[in-house]
């Protein structure tokens, strides 16, 4: 876990523009699980994407450029899970961009994402095999 402040830059710095949007209900489900597992904010270097950095947090998902001072690329925010009653539904959101090329990287962070937390989360499991637990039957 890690004692470093929430980041709060996409929030502060002016954006190029904003789009509504939506992310597959598998990432953002995944991504809630690990905030859960590894703390309530993850930060991933993205493969093949030299100095952007992944910052996840329960309310947004910042795309920043290190180089810059870590200034935001492309952000997923304000996630519609009020009143959600189903696990496969994509989730509706909103999508900020603050480079004009961003929206190139969108889809490849996310299969990134996935890949990494994957990774991530399987490292915390034990080392024997799990079981599974029958359900009684009455």
């Known amino acids: 876990m890690s004692n470093t402040p929430p980041y709060t830059r996409h929030d502060e710095v002016p954006q190029l523009a904003s789009r509504k949007g939506k992310v597959k209900a598998l990432y953002y489900n995944h991504v809630l699980t690990a905030l859960k597992q590894l703390g ?3 930060r991933l270097k993205i493969p093949r ?3 952007l950095d992944l910052i996840l947090q329960k309310d947004a998902w910042i795309v920043v450029d290190t180089v810059l001072n870590d200034i935001p690329v492309v952000a997923w925010t304000h996630f519609q899970t009020e009143g959600r009653n189903n696990l496969h539904e994509p989730i509706e959101c909103e999508i900020r961009f603050f480079h004009f090329a961003a929206s190139m ?3 490849r962070t996310l299969e990134a994402m996935e890949l990494m937390l994957g990774e991530q989360l399987e490292e915390l499991l ?9 359900f009684k039957k009455e």
């Not at 034990?126 to 029958?134: A, F, G, H, M, V």
């Open 49 to 51: 994407l030299k100095h």
């Open 40 to 42: 309530p904010q993850i």
């Open 105 to 107: 990287i969108l889809n």
């Open 126 to 134: 034990p080392d024997e095999n799990s079981t599974i637990l029958p």
